[in-house]
T-cell receptor, first 116, second 110 residues
C-alpha cells in the first residue's frame, strides 16, 4: 500500500460539464475525507465517510456535489454543472478511527480542477 | 470555516537561519497537527502534539502548544532550501475532522 491515491491529478473542464474524481485510501483506514483548497488558502472540509456511511457534509457541499463510498473502500466525488468557482485542488485523506482516537491522517496528492 | 489563524502569512529567511511560525485556534482541542505542502502538491504530515503535551521534537522541528492561550508554534532549525513550502496547522477537536489554518508560506533563500 503506497498511501492515498487520487485520480486524475489534473482536470480541465468546460463550465457546465460534470466531473468525477476518485480517491483510493489506505486499505486499513476506515475513514475517508474530502477537502477543497483554493489558491493561497488552507484546505476546507467538505465531507467524510466512516466505512460506507457518509457522516458529515459541510455547507460548502452544494447540491451540485455528491460523494460516495459504496463499498467502504474507494470514494468518488462528483461535481455536476461545474462553475468557475469550483476551480480548486480537491484533496482526499484517510485515517483510522478507533475508540481511542483518530490516527494516521494521510493525504493524497490531490486533483486540481480548472473550469474554463 | 477555518479554525486556525497563522502568523506570519509569509516568511522569507536565509538558509541556515531558524524559522518560527505561529498558529492560534478558537476551540478546545484533542490534538494539533502541522503539515507541509509543496507548491501544487498534497499535504505531508509533520508532527502531532496532544492537548496534554507542551512541547514535541522531531528532527529539526520543534512544536510547542499552549492550550491556555490556544496557540502553537512550529520552529524549524537550521533551515534548508528544501524547507521552502507552505506550512499549515490543523486542529482535531473531536468533531471528527481536521480544521486547517490558512498557512504560512515559507521561502528559504540560498
Amino acid at each position: 500500500d503506497t498511501g492515498v491515491s487520487q485520480d486524475p491529478r489534473h482536470k480541465i473542464t468546460k463550465r457546465g460539464q460534470n466531473v468525477t474524481f476518485r480517491c483510493d485510501p489506505i486499505s486499513e483506514h476506515n475513514r475517508l475525507y474530502w477537502y477543497r483548497q483554493t489558491l493561497g488558502q488552507g484546505p476546507e472540509f467538505l465531507t467524510y465517510f466512516q466505512n460506507e456511511a457518509q457522516l458529515e457534509k459541510s455547507r460548502l457541499l452544494s447540491d451540485r456535489f455528491s460523494a460516495e463510498r459504496p463499498k467502504g473502500s474507494f470514494s468518488t466525488l462528483e461535481i455536476q454543472r461545474t462553475e468557475q468557482g469550483d476551480s480548486a485542488m480537491y484533496l482526499c485523506a484517510s485515517s483510522l478511527a478507533t475508540g481511542a482516537g483518530n490516527y494516521g491522517y494521510t493525504f493524497g496528492s490531490g486533483t486540481r480542477l480548472t473550469v474554463v | 470555516s477555518q479554525q486556525g489563524e497563522e502568523d506570519p502569512q509569509a516568511l522569507s529567511i536565509q538558509e541556515g537561519e531558524n524559522a518560527t511560525m505561529n498558529c492560534s485556534y478558537k476551540t478546545s482541542i484533542n490534538n494539533l497537527q502541522w503539515y507541509r505542502q509543496n507548491s501544487g502538491r498534497g499535504l505531508v504530515h509533520l508532527i502531532l502534539i496532544r492537548s496534554n503535551e507542551r512541547e514535541k521534537h522531531s528532527g529539526r522541528l520543534r512544536v510547542t502548544l499552549d492550550t491556555s492561550k490556544k496557540s502553537s508554534s512550529l520552529l524549524i532549525t537550521a533551515s534548508r532550501a528544501a524547507d521552502t513550502a507552505s506550512y499549515f496547522c490543523a486542529t482535531d477537536s473531536g468533531a471528527q475532522k481536521l480544521v486547517f489554518g490558512q498557512g504560512t508560506r515559507l521561502t528559504i533563500n540560498p
